[in-house]
Structures are given as C-alpha cells and as structure tokens.
C-alpha cells in the first residue's frame, strides 16, 4: 500500500508539513478574504474543491496530516497560536475582514456546541439560535439595567441558557426523531416571539447601547496597540472570540475523549443498545442539550458586547438553520471539520456579492457541490485511537 | 442456595396478546439455565422484562436480593445483569475497541465536570478501561484484538455475536443473558463459543448464564437446567434429557402426532 511507508513520519518530517499545511491554511483564509472580484473567488473555490477531491480520492494524505499532527502536537499548537495571533496584523486597518473573522468565530463555537447534539448524539435541534440568543438577551440586560460587568455577565447568562436547555431537553425526550426536531423548532420559533413580544426586551426594537467590556482599565472600544502596532478596535474582540473558540475546542476535546462522548456515540448508533449498556439515555441527551446551550449563551454574550445592539431579528430560526448546515458540511463528530464549515459557511455567502441577485442560489450550488466531493462532510468522523496506536 | 435470580409469575400482555403467561423459572449462583422453545414463543420478551425492557403486566423479578421488576435498563446493568441480543445491535459505526468500553459505562465514574475539569483523571480512566477491553478481546475466540480499530460494523457475524459478548462482560456482570449467541455461526464457530463459555464459567466461577438456544449442541453442553417456553407459557423443565424427551416439548417443536394416528 502507498500510504503504509508515507503513515509514519520522521519527526523533522512531521513539523514541517504541520507548519506548513497551517500556513497553507492561513495563507488561503487570508486571500479568499482579501479578494473581491466574482472570477477570482471562482478561482479560489475551485482551488479548494481540488483539495477536497485529492484529499476524496487519496484517502492516505489525511492520514499522513493526521500522523504528523499527532506526533509533533507542541509544533502543531504553537503553530496555530502564531497564526491566530498574527492573522489582525496581516489584516491590518481593514475593519470588515475583521468583522468577518469575529462572526466566523463566533459561528464556530456555535456549531462546536450544536455539534455535541447532532454530531455526537445525533439529536437535531433546530433551537440552538434560541440559545445563543437567551445568552446575549440575559447579558445585555444584565450590563444595561443592573450595570453588571461583561466578564461576570458570561457565566450568569450561559447558567441561564443552560437552564433553559434542560427545561426544552427534559420535555423534548418523551420524541424522538423527526418529532424532536420539530419540538425543537417549537421551542425555537416561541423564544425568538417572546423576544419579540415582551416589552422589557425591547421588543422588536431590541436592546441599544449594551456598553463595551474592558480589561484591566483597556476599553474595548479603542483600538489595540501592541508593540507599537495600532490594531483597529474590532481586534479586541478578535482575540476574545478567538480565546472562546479554544474554550469550546478544549471543552469539545475532552467531552469527547471521556465516557461521556462514547456514551453520546453508543446512543446515536443504538438507543436501545446504549440503554443495555447500563447508559441512562434520556439523562445523556439532557446533558447534551444542556452543554449545547452553554457554549451558545456564551457566544450570545460576546456577539452582544461586540455589537452592542441586538433585536430578535439576529436569533431566528434561519441561525439555527446555518449553524446546522455548518456542521453537515463540516463534518460530524470531528472538530476541526465543525470549526472549517462554520468559516465557510459564513465567509462565502459575503464573498459572492459579487453576484448580486445570484447570490444565494450560486452559495447553493458551493454547498451542494462540496457535499457531493465530500458526502460525509469536509472531514468526517474519525475512529478513536487510544494510547499511541496508529 | 438462594437464587441469583428469581422470575415469579411473570404475564406480560401487549393488548391482547399474551407473550408470557404466568412464567416462572429461578437461576442459582454460577449455573447456566438454557431457555428453549420454538421462534415466538416469548423467549426474548423474558429477557426484556428482566433487563427493564419491559415492565411486566404482573409478577415480580428479583435479582441478587432485591426487587427490579420494571426497573430502568441501566440500574438493572447496573446491578450485575448484562445481555446480548438476538439480532446483534452492536455500535456499527465504532471501532471494536469502543463498543467494549462502552460496556463499561456502569463501572466508570466520570461526569462531565470531571471531564472538563480534572482531564488528567479521566484520562487514566480511559487508558484503565482500554487495558481491559484489550484484555476482554484477546480473551474469546477469533481474532478480535487484531480486528480492534475495525468499525464493528464491518465485522464478520460470527465476529459480531463474539464482540456482543465481550461487550456484555465488560459490565462485569454476575448474570450474563446470551440471546442465541450461535445464530450465524457454522459448526466450528459453534463448538468455539460453547468453549468460550464453558471457560469463561471457569474462570468466573460466581458467574451465571441464561442462554437462548435454538442450536441443540449448545443446549446438550449445558445440559443441567433447561426449561421449554411455547406460546408463552413454560410447557416443561428439568435437565436435557427430561425436556428432550418431554412429549408437549415434542409436540410444540415437531406439531401433533394425533395426525399421524
């Protein structure tokens, strides 16, 4: 077999391609938010779709990236901490790149948190929108009415959200399926009416004026300087949705790492089955929507703050939709696939402006010509491996 | 010697249908009890009501000396008893590996706070139960070790029927109930599951086993506690040659002899 030889890297070998496919990365990130032109975003896309094809067709080079990962972590994390940090300074005085990259994060750790219902566990819930929307509402209110600070604003509003993710989760187990979609959507559509509807919300008006968190005396309202550099004021929230993200990946991780993740696995395989492994399913599904809720709310809290003015219109049933598309597309179950969808879905459907009135119908077609080279997502669950077994 | 378990006057009704009727059958500590009878006749409904599948329409069901009749399905795991099923419902899309540590769940801790806050413990929770599920595959028959990071869905079926077992034993379970472990096997797999269970008794000399049987061999290996279900209701039992030679037993495999007279 050709991969046999290529699935074990040399160390120097391993850190070289890890450094280099994260700049590979970067890199691309970098042009397709760069470039305006219809044409040469085509040209992008069907750079990318290339890649997924080889990476369909050779199934030894995710292996082999998955090897070299694996086996110089320290070079891969620290890698991508440069990148992540450097990525604004690159980006420079281009605020709306900016804004771009802090909803792509924002919709990452959206999809991270959905992807513990659908991916893991394969519940559909359509409320995450819901959600995220409690998370920013109950911080805002917070911070407008009572004055409260946005870093003590987070864990009140995701304990918040998380108690609403029992409260749907508990009801929601008595269905199953199509019908639990449905009561989820239910749930979804009746948070964003209220929202509407109660007049100490704001109403349709929403909440205006949430004030800017700040850090140590730095407002972040002003722009950042480091070393000299003059980052515009977006950056600040760059770099705290970016330290989100790490916190959804890790907690994601190690979910998934723990009994807890294969029990979520063993009931999407086979209820019936998991619940004669002594798994208690309806507490687990619970749990996963519970975990869901508190990752949005805190995405609702920092979109909040970075926004500073938020009506029900931002926390629809079409959010909930994307977030879920993001994850199809993404892949199950696999982090990194999640994290990949919730960029792309929410950079392209910006980039082809260019198209005007077609707009929506060509981001279609992207969607559906990326599932059909990758049926199973853009990187699809992977076996776990235990104890340095490859 | 009291009875591990002990099934009394269980009826089981779905509207008008009567799976079990008034059933009652008890298993010592370390003995294995081979429950036969033609397909229908309710022998998997038993199982289901013992492990809380079901909750009997009358009768009561205790195990180890406490009642769990309707009991949830994971306290019942819980407490000792651990099944497989007719038609394997393994993990398909897991490895092996997993499907075993799944079976696990009961005899591990870790909740989602320990999780995310105390990685470093379960962590060594994993690497522990991983050392055991390779144990538990290296253990049977078959080479289900070297198959661990397959997806169980692309096992063999005899494969399949080992690694349900593998999986039910990693509960650590004082009552194993094997649903016609030998459905889909050819005669050697056959003869290497009866040596399986016959050197897992061994080796667990506490442990009991309620089999489902269709395939005589295995029942003749086992030939101390048999007992014969038809149309619900428990028709004959005893050991093998009394059931064997039982004629409602006959009858109920072979149809009426009145015909032929």
Known sequence: MQGASLAAPGKAAAAAFTIASQLCGAAFLYLILRVDGGWQVIGLLALLGLGFTL??????????????????????????????????????????????????????????????????????????????????YVSALLAINFGVSFWLTLPVAALAATLFGFIIGIPSMRTRDTYLALVTIAFGVVVQQLLNNFSWTGGPNGLVGIPAPSLFGHSFADPLVIFGWKLPSQANFYYLSAALVVVAIVTAHRLHGSRIGLAWNALRADEIAAKAQGINVAWFKVLAFAVDAFLA?????????????????????????????????????????????????????????????????????????????????????????????? | MSALLKVENVTMRFGGLVALNDVSLSIDKGAVLAVIGPNGAGKSTLFNVVTGVYRPTSGRVTFDGAEITGRPSYEVVDRGIARTFQS????????????????????????????????????????????????????????????????????????????????????????????????GMDDTETDALVADIVRLRAENPELSVVLIEHDMRVVEAFPHHVTCIDYGSKIAEGDFAAVRADPRVQEAYLGKAVAHA
């Not at chain 1, 082999?64 to 992540?84: E, K, N």
């Not at chain 1, 879905?345 to 080279?373: C, H, N, Q, S, W």
């Not at chain 2, 690497?127 to 538990?136: G, H, N, P, T």
Request: aromatic content about 12%; hydrophobic content about 55%; overall charge positive.
């Open chain 2, 88 to 183: 394997s419902r393994l993990f398909s899309d897991l490895s092996v590996l997993d499907n075993v540590i799944i079976g696990m769940h009961t005899r591990t801790k870790t909740g989602v706070l320990d999780a995310l806050f105390r990685p470093g413990a379960s962590r060594r929770e994993m690497a522990a139960c991983v050392v055991k599920a390779e144990a538990l595959l290296k253990l049977g028959s078959g080479d289900l070790f070297e198959q661990r990071y397959r997806p169980a869905g692309a096992l063999a079926q005899a494969d399949r029927r080992r690694l349900e077992i593998a999986r039910a034993l990693a509960s650590q379970p004082k009552l194993l109930l094997l649903d016609e472990p030998s459905v």
């Open chain 1, 55 to 136: 990476l369909e067709r050779l199934p030894w080079i995710a292996d082999y990236a998955l090897a070299s990962f694996a086996s110089v972590p320290l070079v891969a994390m620290i890698t991508a901490a440069v990148v992540v940090l450097a990525f604004p300074f690159f980006v420079g005085s281009n605020t709306y790149i900016l804004h771009l990259l802090i909803v792509a994060e924002l919709y990452a750790v959206l999809a991270l948190a959905l992807n513990f219902q659908l991916g893991s566990a394969n519940i559909p819930n359509f409320a995450t929108g819901a959600s995220y929307g409690i998370g920013a």
């Open chain 1, 297 to 390: 709310a805190f995405a609702g809290t920092i979109y909040a703050f970075y926004v500073s003015y938020i009506s029900p219109d931002n926390f629809t049933f079409l959010v909930s939709v994307t977030i879920m598309t993001m994850v199809i597309v993404g892949g199950m179950d696999n982090i990194f696939g999640v994290i990949v969808g919730a960029f792309l879905l929410t950079i392209l459907p910006e980039k082809l402006r260019a198209f005007a009135d077609y707009r929506l119908l060509f981001f279609g077609v992207v969607i559906i010509g990326f599932l059909m080279i990758r049926p199973q997502g853009l990187f699809p669950q992977r076996m776990r491996r235990y104890g340095g077994d490859l």
